[in-house]
Structures are given as C-alpha cells and as structure tokens.
Nanobody, 122 residues
C-alpha cells in the first residue's frame, strides 16, 4: 500500500521558516516525480513546486520562487520543502504527491498524502 506522510507543519510567525518532509513508502520512489501542493481555507488546491525523479530539476509557483526550495533524498524515500520568509498568505494545508510523469500534472498525480497544516501569523 502506497503511503505519503507529510510532517513539519506548525505555527510560525511571518518572516520565519519551516521545513516540511514527506516520507514515501510502498512505491518505487525513484520512479516518481514529486510535488508539493497547498490548499488554503476556502480556496482550491494549488501547485507549489515539483522535482524530477533524480532531483536534478525543479520548478516553482511564481509566488514562492526564491523563498521555497524543494529537494529529495532518494536513499530515504523522502521529499522536502524548505520555506523561508513565510507570509500569512502561505497559510494552508500542504500536501505532497507523486507523479510518474514530469512535469507533474495536478489531475495526473498518482498518489497524495493527507497533508500538514502550516499557519503563518502576522
């Protein structure tokens, strides 16, 4: 059974940093591109960042470029999202997801985690 389990969310003040992690199991991790998405209250889920299977290429949503960094450790079957200079508008549930294709596609993601809540206070 495939599982993606996010961790690292929490409450942080504006301007602060958090590092999210997503541990994958039950799948051949190196076969999948990995993505991070988020869903704010009352809004649709949106793409944040994605990284290819080898970790050699990544791309980001414009609003997080220069503040967020996605990385992966294939030896640990994990993907990470480092978030800096956080803003109240970054408040959301953050989800990791796996996709056999790269670039990733929201509707084409093969597996999703259950999410971790990030709250940024002003």
């Amino acid at each position: 059974q495939v599982q993606l389990v996010e961790s690292g969310g929490g409450l942080v003040q504006a301007g602060g940093s958090l590092r999210l992690a997503c541990a994958a199991s039950g799948l051949t991790f190196t076969a999948y591109a990995m993505g991070w998405f988020r869903q704010a209250p009352g809004k649709e889920r949106e793409f944040i960042a994605a990284i290819n299977w080898s970790g050699t290429h990544a791309y980001y949503r414009d609003s997080v470029k220069g503040r967020f960094n996605i990385s992966r450790d294939n030896a640990k079957n994990s993907v990470y999202l480092e978030m800096h200079t956080l803003k109240p508008e970054d408040t959301a549930v953050y989800y990791c997801a796996a996709d056999l294709e790269y670039p990733v596609s929201y509707y084409g993601m093969d597996y999703w985690g259950n999410g971790t809540l990030v709250t940024v206070s002003s």
